[in-house]
């Protein structure tokens, strides 16, 4: 992997101190063309107080400079092991434990099905690097926002206003990810999953349709957590339980920011520990010495079966993709995190290396204790399966509890992402966003002065919108479809940006350099991605049906017009009436920086 990170030197610049006139040097990771000044006014640590200023006034993402941004809050307090952790705990959530068999049925063959887990790493890797290049050159909190911003000037806030419309409307994925935790534990603990959804059917789907159960189910087949007085939960139990722990992380990160970060690295080492014991099981079992008749018989002809559908395969990607997503987990909170540049370049690839292997090696543990009938065909999620092969029925419902622990509420990686979504929303009210209500009180630390407790809110009310709205069985696998495909005409376009960058900056000092054929790579593995779903499946029916296998394209792409229309609302229609937004700055009481506008007529 060496070979593959190329570092460009930076000169060493002088820059005259007003207070002393000593002249001090930038280390050579500096990001840009910068300069460092270190602040000790209030006792705290030089290294919390660093910040930086960009000396090339183009490449200056949005309005505030790197010191205005980067104001505020509790400042630089994330370390490597913290950010490595972060990465970990958003990207092993449910997928490895359910995905495997959804993706098994719909590309047909074991062999494939491990070929796309490899995939994935490959491409997670690739996006990582870009991101590693992005992200040291513009160190601050936002992610995609940033680099967008950077690249895409022209129309001004066109690209920051399209990102946020996606940000904010799809900024759910937290509500998602209890609701299948929540669910996952319920199916896990069934002897037989209750629901008779189809075979090609996603244990993660089959969660949701567990969601939304007819309310026949008898009680004894469900956990005690969601029994009550002894009547059987309904949706509305379970979706008060989905509601609570959504809105228990919330008052978490916006009450109690050190105690967020604490429980954040303590539930993401328990997930650790879990995936290695499904691992080191997979090694005994692969070894012969368990129950396991034939544990190498998947592995004999692994390609028999393999679809010849590329629908299929673009399907069954975004699944393997979503399973590994997390790896920018740390870009997104870049304003929080110590020596910023160098803490990415490690932790960014340790946590995807982390989560990469141990898929792997957990994918491989799955097909070694079951056929890919019992795989494709079973109604619990592989995990138990695994457990239940491999140890017993008795001892699959006390090892599958744990399994669920690492998905079920607090547990879930629901943490990690409200932590860094609620930054990213922090960064659009900064940026002047309109916002109802107005960008003082979304923008700020408010109340503590430490965490963004209004940009946590910011992303709970579509969390609760999705708990409490959509209809039975397929609005939520629609939902979680719909999520993957504005992402990716992101990811296109961010791509796109690093080539221009290259191509029309090219002596911009890089810290980190990503070799540009992993880029074409993922370049065009983003256009197969954005092509292949319009392609007619197999099946003929897709994923969600009765509705159009490529309707979700339709609604992503609907989501990111929705966001030119509502840039076109903010910038161009009040010209039609003579009127301009003038931007201004302001520092709130707890010392975050945030830009508003103001109506002025056109003289």
């Not at 309310?215 to 979706?239: F, M, Q």
Request: hydrophobic share 45%; aromatic share 12%; charged share 15%.
């Amino acid at each position: 992997m060496s070979s593959l990170l190329k570092f460009l030197p930076i000169q060493r610049l002088r820059q005259s101190r007003e207070e002393d006139d000593v002249a001090s040097a930038v280390p050579a990771e500096e990001p840009l063309d910068v300069k460092r000044s270190k602040l000790d006014s209030d006792g705290e640590s030089l290294a919390s107080k660093e910040i930086t200023t960009v000396a090339d006034p183009g490449l200056n993402p949005g309005e505030l400079s790197f010191e205005e941004d980067a104001a505020g809050g509790m400042g630089r307090h994330l370390g490597v092991f913290s950010c490595t952790l972060l990465i970990v705990g958003r990207i092993i959530g449910t997928g490895i434990f359910s995905t495997p068999s959804s993706i098994l049925g719909s590309v047909g063959s074991v062999g494939a099905s491990l070929m796309l887990w490899v995939l994935g790493f490959v491409l997670s890797f690739c996006g990582l690097f870009i991101w590693l290049e992005f992200g040291t050159m513009f160190p601050r909190s936002g992610g995609e926002k940033v680099y967008l911003e950077a690249v895409y000037k022209k129309p001004k806030h066109l690209a920051t206003i399209i990102f946020a419309t996606n940000a904010i409307v799809l900024g759910f994925t937290a509500s998602g990810c209890i609701v299948r935790g929540l669910f996952t534990c319920s199916a896990l603990l069934n002897e037989a999953h209750p629901c008779g959804v189809g075979e090609s059917r996603s244990s993660l789907k089959s969660v949701y349709a567990f969601y939304i159960a007819p309310s026949d189910l008898h009680v004894n087949k469900l956990p005690s957590i969601l029994v009550s007085a002894g009547h059987t939960a309904d949706r509305w139990v379970t979706r008060g339980i989905a509601l609570g722990v959504i809105g228990f992380v919330t008052l978490l990160h916006g009450l109690t920011p050190r105690l967020g970060v604490w429980v954040m690295n303590g539930l993401s080492v328990f997930k650790i520990v879990i995936l290695l014991f499904v691992v080191i099981s997979g090694w005994v079992v692969l070894s012969g010495h368990t129950r396991v008749q034939d544990p190498h018989a998947n592995f004999r002809n692994a390609f028999a079966g393999s679809s010849h559908s590329s629908n299929d395969y673009a399907t069954a990607t975004f699944k393997v993709l979503n399973a590994y997503a997390g790896w920018s987990n740390v870009n997104y909170v870049l304003n929080n995190v110590k020596n910023p540049v160098r803490t990415l370049k490690i932790a960014g690839p340790l946590g995807l290396g982390i989560c990469a292997v141990l898929y792997l090696l957990a994918n491989i543990s799955y097909f070694a204790a079951a056929t890919k009938e019992e795989i494709t065909k079973s109604g619990v999620t592989v995990a138990s399966l695994f457990f239940k092969n491999v140890f017993g029925e008795k001892a699959q419902k006390a090892l599958t509890v744990f399994v669920a622990l690492s998905a079920l509420g607090v547990s879930s990686n629901v943490i990690t992402i409200t932590f860094a979504a609620a930054r990213i929303n922090q960064e659009l009210a900064k940026e002047g966003i309109p916002l109802p209500f107005g960008n003082r009180f979304w923008a700020s630390n408010w109340p503590t002065g430490k965490s963004p407790l209004p940009g946590l809110i910011i992303h709970l009310i579509p969390s609760v919108i999705v708990i409490l709205a959509p209809p039975p069985q397929v609005a939520y696998p629609f939902i979680l479809d719909v999520e993957g495909y504005p992402g990716q005409i992101i990811n296109l376009f961010i791509v796109i940006g690093l080539f221009w960058l290259r191509w029309h900056k090219p002596n911009v000092p890089r810290p980190f350099r990503v070799w540009l054929p992993l880029a074409v790579f993922f370049l065009a593995a983003a256009i197969f991605l954005l092509v292949a779903p319009f392609l007619k499946p197999a099946n003929g029916k897709g994923d969600t049906p009765p509705l159009p296998y490529y309707l979700y394209c339709l609604v992503g792409i609907a989501i990111m017009v929705t966001g030119v229309l509502y840039w076109a609302a903010w910038r161009v229609v009040p010209r039609w009436f003579g009127y301009e937004y003038v931007s201004r700055k302001e520092t709130l009481s707890d010392g975050t920086v945030v830009t508003l506008f103001s109506r002025k007529k056109i003289e």
